[in-house]
């Protein structure tokens, strides 16, 4: 698991940089999603499998961008789900983006995630890494190394507040429980990228993040295997919650396809469980 974590710290710089020279437009290729590729994205999704052709405990890599299962190393113990970029879109715009990756160990589940590790590349690049039984740890980048920052514990309850999604297609329920939270108090943030969206509230001690169910995405719009379920692991083990819209924890999240998505909210245990009541759910 070492030399992935280290795989992941060179893949960091790499991308980083690619970010600060590369050219900001468009590909002329889609992904397998059917969105349209910033050349940073193919650069990207290559910087890491180039990275991980080298790292012998990865048997096989799954790329967000790409749609199926590429094989690499036959006595690997695991497979690699990783979003190269996400957020892509706001780079234009000089907003903070990020990686993100999910390493699973036998079949692509969420119970089989065994770490979980995501880099955001705002102002600085940071990296936040966990295992199971530890809480995550936040690293933060600097002429090539990474010193280790301390650890992340959501505390019980936040006063962050970010929604995705096209408001018209929220459903009723979605719009009234997030009002409510305005209400009692709870503030805006929201970018559009997930990554220094759910590191916000991570480091700020806590809050909600929900993409829901919308009329036009009824399945949410965030990946279960690439984002989703790393994220998951990340929130719980920092002693928050993750569940979807029909109360499951996303850790327990099976997926039928590679690129399936699913409704997701991550926050700390107060905005989790008055989304439960919101929602009509149960743990
Ligand atoms: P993209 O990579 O296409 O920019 O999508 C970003 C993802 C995710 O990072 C973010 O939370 C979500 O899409 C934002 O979607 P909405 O704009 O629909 O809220």
Not at 173 to 198: A, C, N, Q, T, W
């Given at each position: 698991m070492?030399?992935?974590?280290?795989?992941?710290?060179?893949?960091?710089?790499?991308?980083?940089?690619?970010?600060?020279?590369?050219?900001?437009?468009?590909?002329?290729?889609?992904?397998?999603?059917?969105?349209?590729?910033?050349?940073?994205d193919v650069k990207s999704d290559l910087i890491i499998e180039k990275a991980f052709s080298k790292t012998l405990s990865v048997k096989s890599i799954v790329s967000e961008e790409k749609e199926g299962i590429l094989n690499l190393h036959k006595n690997g113990k695991y497979t690699v789900c990783y979003d190269p970029l996400d957020g892509s879109s706001l780079v234009d715009v000089n907003l903070s983006v990020g990686s993100i990756f999910g390493i699973y160990e036998g079949e692509l589940k969420g119970e089989n995630l065994v770490a979980s590790a995501y880099i955001v590349y705002g102002p600085r690049v940071e990296l936040v890494y966990v295992e199971k039984g530890i809480r995550p740890q936040l690293y933060g980048g600097n002429n090539q190394s990474f010193k280790r920052l301390g650890e992340i514990c959501l505390n019980k309850k936040g006063n962050i507040n970010a929604s995705g999604g096209?408001?018209?297609?929220?459903?009723?329920?979605?719009?009234?429980?997030?009002?409510?939270?305005?209400?009692?108090?709870?503030?805006?943030?929201?970018?559009?990228?997930?990554?220094?969206?759910?590191?916000?509230?991570?480091?700020?001690?806590?809050?909600?993040?929900?993409?829901?169910?919308?009329?036009?995405?009824?399945?949410?719009?965030?990946?279960?295997?690439?984002?989703?379920?790393?994220?998951?692991?990340?929130?719980?083990?920092?002693?928050?919650?993750?569940?979807?819209?029909?109360?499951?924890r996303l850790l327990e999240l099976v997926p039928s396809h590679l690129h399936d998505t699913t409704p997701c909210f991550f926050g700390s245990k107060y905005e989790i469980d008055r989304l439960r009541e919101a929602y009509g759910v149960t743990k």
């Open positions: 070492l030399s992935i974590f280290d795989t992941i710290k060179d893949i960091a710089f790499k991308i980083e940089y690619a970010i600060q020279t590369e050219d900001l437009g468009y590909s002329s290729s889609e992904n397998s999603s059917g969105e349209e590729q910033l050349k940073l096209t408001q018209k297609n929220w459903e009723k329920d979605h719009k009234e429980f997030i009002d409510s939270l305005f209400k009692e108090g709870y503030r805006l943030r929201y970018s559009g990228g997930m990554v220094p969206d759910l590191h916000q509230i991570l480091l700020k001690g806590g809050g909600l993040f929900s993409y829901p169910a919308t009329s036009d995405r009824p399945n949410g719009k965030l990946r279960q295997l690439f984002e989703v379920i790393p994220f998951a692991f990340i929130y719980e083990q920092a002693g928050g919650e993750a569940i979807n819209d029909k109360g499951k």
